[in-house]
Each structure stands twice: as structure tokens, then as C-alpha cells.
């Protein structure tokens, strides 16, 4: 693979945009969460597939905390870059931002870590270089986040050994 030995954070950016429209809306009239994390993997994915060049899988979503609804005529932005790469997974925070597009006022909607899975066994390790104030404030708690997200799959798997399929 032809991968340098580093890359920085905003070499991963990809960004996603569009306008809500009815067929987004739920029955309290503000968009379905369900589409929002649609497009949530689909735009978190390009990043991490910046860092692996390679096959890679979607393992989790950490975390989403939905803060501000998005209502009907809004746009919504979707900004994700990576902020931590482990040994054969990548972390990728995500930023919903919404516009009310009569007034030009931006709000923040949703914020977002996700974990992809490298497939590829044959893989390079790289150091990220984050350089934006956010950029190193994201990516400065990833070891702790990433410990925390170890714990919970040693957690699920005891859940999961012992769910019933009746």
C-alpha cells in the first residue's frame, strides 16, 4: 500500500449536506433519527476509509447524542473526521450541524464517535496529526474513549451469551 507514515485529521474531512424535506420527518415533525444515522455511517465511512485505504467495516456507534431537532426547510451539514486510530480500528467524530435556511442561523444538532474495523490484515499503522483547536480537543480523549469502548464490548458479550432466541 502506498500510505505516508502520517496523516492529518483534515485529510480525513468529508462532509455531507442536504435539505430536509417532508419524507425525512417523523411524526413530531422534526427529522427521523433513523435517517440521520443513515447518513451518519455513509459520510463517517469515507473518512475512515482515508486512513485504511482498504476494506473496512462499521463496529459501532459509540456514542450520538441528538442535541437540537432539525424541522422541515432546514439544511443539515454533516462534517466527520478521524480522531484516533488503533491497531486495526479507526474512531471517526462526527458534528450534525442544522441551518435554518430563512434566517441563516446555524445550530449544532448532533455530535457523534463512531468505530470502523480494518479487514485488511495486510495494513500500515499511521500517526494522526491533529492541528485545529477542535481537532486536538477531539482527538486528545480518544485512548480514554477507546478504553471506555473496550469495556462496553466485554460487557455486551456477556449480555449477548446469555439472550434468549425464543
Known sequence: MNITDSIYCSQTIAIT???VLT???????TVFGGHLLELLDGTA??????VARCNIVTAAINQFNFITPLKLDD?????TFVSGI???SIEVFAKFIGEHLVSGERFLVATSFLTFVI???QHKSLKLIPQSSEEIMICKAYQKRRLEYQKNI???KEINNLLAFD
Open 154 to 156: 466485554a460487557t455486551s
Open 23 to 29: 419524507g425525512d420527518l417523523n411524526e413530531h415533525g
Open 45 to 50: 465511512s469515507i473518512s475512515a476509509a482515508r
Open 17 to 19: 449536506e442536504q435539505r
Open 75 to 79: 439544511a443539515l451539514t454533516i462534517k
Open 119 to 121: 479487514t485488511d490484515t
Open 86 to 88: 488503533g491497531n486495526s
